[in-house]
């Protein structure tokens, strides 16, 4: 988008030349004595003088009332003038693209101002401001001189300063420029600045028509109607639930009512009063002649106070303004004017609410409705167990603990409460002793919000992993419930389970050179300290791979690996990749199993995942691209952000090689999208309490959370209930997009590993009678592994009958090629297959054999005089079948055993 497409200010700044008034819709006034289009003769220097005399009258007038002549001529030197942009709306609306350059939202500020042109505001509400305001609006020039007389008449007779004669330039002047406080100096300078104001604009405009035009404007959507509106067109959405351009006659007057005093005047809290003054508005509306005797009797008969509507168009419809990206997106932005451009959090938020900004996003608009779409559909969950789950967020502030200002928030502590109960009786009950607890004399409320949750939750973030970019994300289930609401994808910490055996053991040993996918890890009974960390059936199955390890979510394997990265690397390691919410406790081996101490955000989470799928190069999650101040000038830009390489290219493409099986033919092979390369991994915590899964395709990272906001089991669940959503997600995501494959680099070549010991095969490797023999595998060709040949494999002369060392008395010894390390065969199923014998080479067999003789008649051809068909090298019925015994889509319950 060009600079010149740009949006700009709904009215910019006048021009210093002598401009048309073009463009501008010329309204026609009734006023009787309106003298609007007589054309202006050029200014004699008598009238000029006349003018200037005409205004020391003035102040002299108020100087009689209040101080000497010399005071005022003291205000005046030290009254700056007015520039035109002076007396603008300092609080504008900003504008939220999408990543095709959409307008997909809008933010204001408390002041709540939706600027409109004077010609999409009706006539009536025009006069109506006019009429009640400044009746003589049209005529003065900018100071109205017999309301000046008459104010200070009352003045002089109440000896008081109640009556000011204010103009609609003075007030704008007042509200934009000015303060509210009643002393001469204010209105000294205020009076001053109005007749200045009023012949600048009418130069620069072309005539006084224009000048009225664009001041009464500026006012019209400036002025205070309560509630925090500022402008009619705010007013009027709140009001009436419509725009300016639709009010009645009736509704016009009836705003026009609030402004000489809004707490006095809202139609929603002082109908009454605002009845008395809409009356008095239309009485004089029809004296100047803006309406006819019918018109002013059909306003009076109007009853607009039954249509009020009095909120915000998105809390009338339930439906919340801002999605969870666009939340999640103005944290960050916040986040970041602090950081890069100093500002504090007061000024960030005030910044992005009031300053007009042009704020294009990462957000993609149909992945977004995608997610919105199946987070609002009941029949894509399970159902829940019927209670109610309660987070319960409170500020509270210290009085006894001074603030240097305002914006000082160093004496306030926010603290999170969640429980679960049955009923709406008990979230009330729960809010008020959580209340009893934190507050007191001197721990006051700053504020608070209670967020029930009557079901099962969930929440899932979509990232480009080739840069970074957010492109959508749902914090929860079911209609967003209001703004600032908690969002689970990005505030919600939780235990990520066997997703994070990825990140904190296999992809620290294998960047490191420790491990690769074909390395073998003893799946065995292990102890550290008090901990005994075990598998998800409770047995173990000996010598494993890598590969095999993370296809089935083995714990033991995990576990022996993060002690072999070690405690500092792993943590060093995940940090890098943007798990910021780790804590020095999480050095430790639970870690490997998704036991942490506080958890980790589905952000982060996904963050991480999308670092190995873009070959190793992290990108900070980020919500928008760029973003223009008011005037067009680039603010914060995130086009040309650089990712950081955390693990070489071969180690991501390793791990993404190996987590592709897990969608194959392991645990995640629910989320199998139908013609799409997908890898991920899968998590499951103790109990069923949390489901997570982070996928990813050469194209987008998507991850998932399903759980309770509290911490309790999910009783029927189905392990893979939240493998099913993100399926359905991005099989729509990538229903017309092309498969391909992940880029494989330079330096992945294949090695050969004997599967007992993990060395280089020898000859006797590939003869194991349990088939655990020699197997190949990717590696990275860097890999420096140990260059010694396999001694664990040897052969053994076994008894046929007994399956121990062959004794003396056995008849018919046979040779098998097995695997021993202290004294146990490795690879040896628990259950032996059928005709297999159960090998035991560390006792002789000792059994009588009885030998019944054979004749030559029973003698089969071909065979030995036992009439055996033994092979020495293999043994009987041998099967080289190079597959072994390992679990098969083992049920993911990475924190089992966690003490």
Known sequence: MSDSQRRRRPHSRPESDHGSSSGRRRSTRPHPNARRGRKRKKRSTGKKISKILIVLVVLVGFAVAGAGLGTVFGILQSTDMLNTS???????????????????????????????????????????????????????????????????????????????????????????????????????????????????????????????????????????????????????????????????????????????????????????????????????????????????????????????????????????????????????????????????????????????????????????????????DDSMFPPSDGTLDVTYLISVADTSKPVSGPDDTSNQSHYERKTTVTSEDEVDAFVESVKDELLDDTHQLVLD???????????????????????????????????????????????????????????????????????????????????????????????????????????????????????????????????????????????????????????????????????????????????????????????????????????????????????????????????MTVAGKTGTTSDNVDLTFYGYTPYYTAGIWMGYDTSKEMTNVSGSAHLKIWKHVMSQIHANLPNKEFTRPDGIVTLSVCAASGAQPSSLCSQDYYGYSARSDLAAADFQRDDSVCTLHKSYTVCSETGKLAGPNCPNPISVVVAVKDGQILGKPSEVPEGKLDIDVSQECTSDHIVEPTTPEETTPGTDNEGTTTDPSTGTGDNNSTETTTPTNPVDDPNFGIQ
């Open 449 to 675: 919000k209670v967020t029930v949750s009557k079901s099962l939750q969930s929440a899932m973030v979509i990232m480009d992993q080739s840069n970074g970019q957010v492109k959508a994300l749902v914090g929860g289930r079911g209609q967003k419930p209001g703004d600032s609401v908690f969002n689970r994808a990005t505030q919600g910490l939780r235990q990520q389970g066997s997703a994070m055996k990825i990140l904190a053991s296999y992809a620290p040993a294998i960047d490191t050179g420790l491990l690769m996918p074909g390395s073998i890890i003893v799946d065995e009974p292990v102890t550290y300290g008090s901990w005994s960390p075990k598998n998800w059936q409770g047995r173990f199955f000996g010598p494993l791979t890598v590969r095999e390890g993370i296809r089935d979510s083995m714990n033991v394997l995990a576990v022996k690996t993060f002690m072999m990265v070690g405690a500092e690397t792993s943590f060093e390691y995940m940090k890098s990749m943007g798990l910021e919410h780790l804590v020095e406790e999480d050095k430790a081996a639970t870690t490997a199993l998704g036991g942490l101490t506080q958890g980790v955000s589905v952000m982060e989470m996904t963050g991480a995942y999308a670092c190995i799928a873009n070959g190793g190069t992290y990108y900070e999650p980020t919500y928008y691209t760029v973003v223009y101040d008011h005037d067009g000038n680039v603010l914060l830009d995130n086009r040309e952000k650089e990712g950081t390489r955390v693990l070489k290219e071969t180690t991501a493409y390793l791990l993404t090689d190996m987590m592709e099986d897990v969608i194959t033919s392991g645990t995640g092979t629910a989320a199998q999208i139908s013609g």
């Open 86 to 376: 002076d007396v603008m709306p300092q609080s504008y609306t900003s504008i939220v693209y999408d990543d095709a350059g959409t307008e997909v939202n809008k933010l204001h500020g408390k002041e709540n101002r939706e600027y409109v042109n004077l010609d999409e505001i009706p006539l009536h509400m025009q006069h109506a401001v006019v009429a009640i305001e400044d009746e003589r609006f049209y005529e003065h020039g900018g100071i109205d001189m017999r309301g000046i007389f008459r104010a200070l008449v009352e003045n002089i007779k109440t000896m008081s300063f109640r009556h000011g004669a204010s103009t609609i330039t003075q007030q704008l002047i007042k509200n934009e420029v000015l303060t509210n406080e009643k002393s001469i100096v204010r209105k000294v300078k205020e009076q001053f600045l109005a007749l200045n104001l009023e012949d600048t604009l009418e130069k620069q405009l072309g005539s006084k028509e224009a000048a009225k035009d664009y001041i009464l404007e500026l006012y019209l959507n400036t002025i205070a109607l309560s509630h925090g509106l500022n402008g009619v067109e705010a007013a009027s959405q709140y009001y009436f639930g419509k725009h300016v351009s639709d009010l009645t006659l009736a509704e016009s007057a009836c705003i026009a009512s609030i402004t000489n005093n809004p707490s006095l005047y809202a139609p929603d809290s002082q109908p009454e009063n605002n009845k008395k003054r809409q009356t008095l508005v239309l009485d004089k509306m029809l004296e100047l002649g803006y309406i006819t005797q019918e018109e002013h009797d059909e306003a009076l008969a109007e009853d607009v106070y039954a249509n009020l509507v009095c909120t915000n168009q998105e809390e009338s419809t339930g439906v919340a303004n801002h999605n969870y990206f666009v939340e999640a997106m103005i944290d960050q932005l916040a986040e970041d004017l602090q950081e890069e451009l100093g500002y504090t959090s007061a000024q960030a938020y005030k910044m992005i609410y009031n300053n007009g900004l042009e704020i294009h996003t990462t957000m993609n608009t149909e992945m977004q409705a995608i997610l919105d779409e199946t987070f609002t």
